[in-house]
């Protein structure tokens, strides 16, 4: 079993649509929690951390559910501009590594 | 430009040679990651400095990858003997401490080993 699972996608939604992403980690001792975006090759940038009272960035929206060790993020009123890969990430231990899962592949159509 | 800085961006190379990639993280972290990320995976651990001192290295670093970062400033990543399956971006971060603070990328070092 992969330590960060997402599901890949892709997901094609139209503008103005509300998408969520889920994704799931493997240990339970898992400290720190993030949401990077990854444009078309280039690197992933930080989104937003997580935290488990849930956080909010604009139409941006972060869950932690630690008894499910679930990850959520949901986008509202998507942009063209938010078209990119979202990624997982898990710090999983003594706090070096970050783990990443696969991605999640979002487009938004016209 | 003050972000993490990565030298060569592109690097095309025939199998069995060694290529060396630079990065120079944001000046004033202490942190020093390396990732590989190919096609359709997300960024893969390869290793992490505490200035000057590698405190963990990934399996996926083989007997044939080696990085240093010699004075805690600028990091070092060679892969000697490329394979084909080495064709990857090379990304470099770095932090700050504590833990939990956020990790800056470099804009990743493409290989292609033909």
């Known amino acids: 079993r992969k330590e960060v699972e997402q599901d890949p996608g892709p997901f094609n939604v139209p503008e103005g649509a509300t998408v969520a992403f889920n994704c799931t980690y493997s240990n339970s001792a898992s400290q720190s929690f993030f949401w990077y975006r990854q444009d078309c090759r280039k690197e992933p940038k930080l989104l937003m951390s997580?935290?488990?009272s849930g956080n909010e960035d604009g139409r941006f929206t972060a869950q932690l559910n630690r008894a499910s060790q679930y990850i959520s993020l949901l986008i509202r009123d998507s942009k063209l501009s938010d078209s990119a890969t979202y990624l997982c990430?898990?710090?999983?231990?003594?706090?070096?590594?970050?783990?990443f899962g696969k991605g999640t592949s979002l487009l938004v159509t016209p | 430009d003050t972000g993490v800085s990565q030298n060569p961006r592109h690097k095309i190379t025939k199998r069995g040679q060694n290529v060396t990639f630079r990065c120079d993280p944001i000046?004033?972290?202490?942190?020093l990651y390396w990732y590989r990320q190919t096609l359709g995976q997300g960024p893969e651990f390869l290793t992490y400095?505490?200035?000057?001192?590698?405190?963990?290295k990934s399996r996926l670093l083989s007997d044939r990858f080696s990085a240093e970062r010699p004075k805690g400033s600028f990091s070092t990543l060679e892969i000697q003997r490329t394979e084909q399956g080495d064709s990857a971006m090379y990304l470099c971060?770095?932090?700050?401490?504590?833990?939990?603070?956020?990790?800056?990328f470099g804009e990743g070092s493409w290989l292609t080993v033909v």
């Open positions: 971060a770095s932090s700050l401490e504590p833990s939990g603070n956020t990790i800056y």
């Open positions: 990430v898990v710090n999983m231990n003594s706090g070096y590594a970050l783990n």
């Open positions: 000046s004033e972290h202490n942190r």
């Open positions: 997580v935290y488990s």
């Open positions: 400095f505490q200035n000057e001192a590698q405190l963990e």
